[in-house]
């Protein structure tokens, strides 16, 4: 059988483009080494709580993990994940034209210079495309936001074993936010443990699959320790993390007081005769940044303090 390989053509960005794409790939990289500060500021409260000797070992070792990824400026887990970009951006940003192009080139030059585990597996051909591009992939979600001239994205990197829990489904509306609270324990019991406690849980609800399921996206990028501005949703929140902590994964699975860093919910309006629910997961080790940019692409890191790109 011939090996397949995915055309991909260095695109001719503008001298602008390619300092934007230069960013960030650096920041890429730094995502893929160092925890954002909430999810650091977390673990070390939860290492605090555990008083068996086992959990106690497993949050050194994530400790000393995240020390080595520093300090050799690699990934801190093998799973780089499929990069995804979470924009927001004014009518006005300069470089809008080319963003797809300049986020598509950042996640390919980050591949190689980090270097980055190659996630991208063309859907049916089913092969590597090796660089961390195919088909979707960086899959870029895009909101233009009035006539500003600036730029803010998530970025995350969406692992296998944190991807394994998510599922959205649309329940009766007769089930109510009970079926919610449901759905979601149903979820982590059956498959919390596989995608590497203390998770960030992330609790999309809208109408449908497809915003549900991109409202629990959207809570993954909150900071662990946020609540939600409404009232009913921040409730749930606090149930559903006081729940499933009460499963009692513990961190890595192996048992514990606490099996979450937080529960975030996401809620948008619905059709009455629907409620769309949806869970994702992020990881202990949760690698997702959040970068500020000006037309002029002076930047600012609010989730990781002190750093320099």
């Given at each position: 059988?011939?090996?397949m390989?995915y055309?991909?053509?260095?695109p001719?960005?503008?001298p602008k483009?390619?300092e934007?794409?230069?960013?960030l790939?650096?920041?890429?990289?730094?995502i893929?080494?160092r925890?954002p500060?909430?999810?650091?500021?977390?673990l070390?409260?939860?290492?605090?709580?555990?008083v068996d000797p086992?959990?106690?070992l497993?949050?050194?070792?994530?400790m000393?993990?995240q020390?080595l990824a520093n300090?050799?400026?690699r990934?801190?887990c093998q799973?780089?994940?499929?990069?995804?970009?979470?924009?927001?951006?004014?009518?006005q940003?300069?470089l809008?034209?080319?963003l797809?192009?300049i986020?598509?080139?950042a996640v390919?030059k980050?591949?190689k210079?980090t270097?980055?585990r190659?996630?991208a597996?063309?859907?049916f051909?089913?092969?590597?495309t090796?660089?961390n591009?195919?088909?979707g992939?960086?899959?870029v979600f895009t909101?233009?936001?009035?006539?500003?001239?600036n730029?803010?994205?998530?970025v995350?990197?969406a692992?296998?074993g944190c991807?394994?829990p998510?599922?959205?489904?649309?329940?009766m509306p007769g089930e109510?936010?009970e079926?919610?609270v449901?759905?979601?324990?149903?979820?982590?019991t059956s498959y919390g443990v596989?995608?590497?406690?203390?998770?960030?849980?992330?609790v999309?609800v809208?109408?449908?699959?497809e915003?549900?399921?991109l409202?629990s996206?959207l809570?993954?990028m909150?900071r662990?320790?946020s609540?939600?501005?409404?009232?009913?949703?921040?409730?749930?929140e606090r149930l559903?993390?006081?729940?499933?902590?009460n499963i009692g994964?513990?961190?890595q699975?192996?048992g514990?007081?606490?099996?979450?860093m937080?529960?975030?919910?996401?809620?948008t309006?619905?059709?009455p005769?629907?409620?769309?629910?949806a869970?994702?997961?992020g990881?202990?080790?949760h690698?997702?940044?959040?970068?500020k940019?000006?037309?002029?692409?002076?930047?600012?890191?609010?989730?990781?303090?002190?750093?320099?790109?």
């Amino acid at each position: 059988m011939d090996t397949m390989t995915y055309d991909y053509t260095t695109p001719t960005l503008s001298p602008k483009g390619q300092e934007m794409r230069d960013l960030l790939a650096d920041y890429i990289s730094v995502i893929s080494h160092r925890l954002p500060d909430d999810v650091t500021a977390k673990l070390q409260e939860l290492q605090k709580i555990e008083v068996d000797p086992l959990q106690k070992l497993v949050y050194d070792t994530m400790m000393e993990n995240q020390l080595l990824a520093n300090k050799l400026k690699r990934p801190s887990c093998q799973d780089t994940g499929a990069l995804q970009f979470f924009v927001k951006v004014g009518a006005q940003f300069p470089l809008l034209g080319e963003l797809n192009q300049i986020l598509k080139d950042a996640v390919y030059k980050t591949t190689k210079q980090t270097p980055l585990r190659h996630n991208a597996v063309q859907t049916f051909d089913e092969y590597n495309t090796g660089m961390n591009i195919g088909d979707g992939i960086p899959s870029v979600f895009t909101q233009i936001d009035g006539n500003s001239s600036n730029i803010e994205m998530y970025v995350y990197m969406a692992g296998g074993g944190c991807t394994l829990p998510g599922e959205a489904m649309v329940l009766m509306p007769g089930e109510g936010y009970e079926g919610v609270v449901r759905f979601v324990m149903d979820r982590m019991t059956s498959y919390g443990v596989n995608a590497c406690p203390p998770l960030l849980v992330g609790v999309g609800v809208a109408t449908s699959v497809e915003t549900a399921a991109l409202n629990s996206k959207l809570a993954l990028m909150r900071r662990v320790d946020s609540v939600s501005e409404n009232a009913n949703a921040a409730k749930l929140e606090r149930l559903l993390e006081e729940g499933i902590n009460n499963i009692g994964l513990g961190p890595q699975g192996f048992g514990g007081q606490k099996s979450v860093m937080g529960v975030n919910v996401v809620n948008t309006a619905r059709h009455p005769s629907t409620i769309g629910v949806a869970v994702s997961t992020g990881c202990w080790s949760h690698r997702r940044g959040y970068i500020k940019l000006d037309k002029d692409l002076n930047y600012e890191l609010p989730y990781n303090k002190g750093v320099e790109l």
